[in-house]
């Protein structure tokens, strides 16, 4: 009995050891608060017909969190193996008690210098970001080809460093001649889209500056009982695409930094707003996804500390092309400045300008070429003076006009907002 006891008090030793050694590291994101319209009701948010971002300062309408977990479960030397979790949430803000699902965003494994040829490279494999990239100041992903998958990432050439990558998912594909929503899943399929992934990072290009390059095929995978090909003979479907990135990053650019970056993508890996990623069809797409796209996008950060003056800024045109002319085009400009009083207290003026224009095709289907122009004013308290200083909390209001109605007044064309705001990562 004595053995017995002490064998469990060792077991119990060893496993509360095994814990402590794990460290789990608690990080996340997180963002709610309360606002109200002008012309009476919930906060109205402002995003223009047909662009896939919108700038996001007193324009955040939801309660949105990511809550994650990285343990480092194993190490060894310079190997270490660790397992890393996100889970998402969003709820409209609009009462106490809200249940929503959590979204699996990530859940995988991650291998450092497991493989002893290639020190400094990291295997992987699950479900995850992959080394996504985007714009803060309008909360765009350019670069997100995220999902299951696994890879190998950070292999040293010298010269750059080198990630390989399978990443797959499921598309919903709208297969129907009807030009209308579709009814009780009529004509709805699931397609399996697979992603290959290359990447090359860290090419220097001069003192400080960097290029990186990013080239995804992807391809739908037909299940038995499926022909992507067949389910619309008469039109033209492809099933497959590529995405080719190239983003030059310049740091140490006046106190901040600059990302200017170049997009080309075609057919089934083509759409406004594209970053990298099968694109899927809607019940507007019967004709064809014959298209290309181009996209140029250059963002960044500027900072004067002696006149506790800083400012984000972006500049993105991007063009989708189709076939069928059921395509458009996007141009977005805006700028950040932030005043800081104190090292935590500031003042944010946002001001964006969107202009969305479609092509003939889908002006007949009834799309609207369309201009909205944004601005708002904040008042902010903040850990730290940087712009992306976090936890802040901000006082704020907007104001938003549009060549189309956007208040819930029908005979309006812009509307003015206010409310508080939280936001925090760590």
Known sequence: MKLKTLSLALAAVTISSQTFAINPEFHGYMRSGIGATGSGGDQMCFQADGSPYKHRLGNECETYAEIGLKANAWEEGNQKMSVNTLFAYSVAQEKDWEAEAPATREMYVAGENMIESLAGANIWAGKRYYQRRDVHQIDYYYLANAGAGGGIENINLGFAKLSAAWIRNTEEAYFTNKQQPIVNDEGLENYSGNNIDLRLDGIQTNRDGYLGIATIYGAYSDQQGQDFAGQQPNHNFENSG???????????????????????????????????????????????????????????MLSFSEQNLALTYVVNYENYDKDDQQGSSLFTVGVRPQYNWNNHLSTILDVGYDVVEFQDVAKANGEQDNKLAKVTLAQQWQAGPSVFARPALRAFATYAKSDQRISRDTSSKDELTFGLQAEAWW
């Open 242 to 300: 590529l995405f080719i990135l190239a983003e030059h990053t310049q740091e140490n650019f006046f106190g901040g930094f600059n990302q200017l970056s170049i997009t080309y993508a075609t057919d089934a890996m083509a759409k406004i707003g594209a970053f990298g990623q099968l694109s899927g069809f809607n019940y507007k797409e019967t004709s064809s996804n014959q298209a290309s796209y181009y996209r140029i996008l250059n963002h960044g």
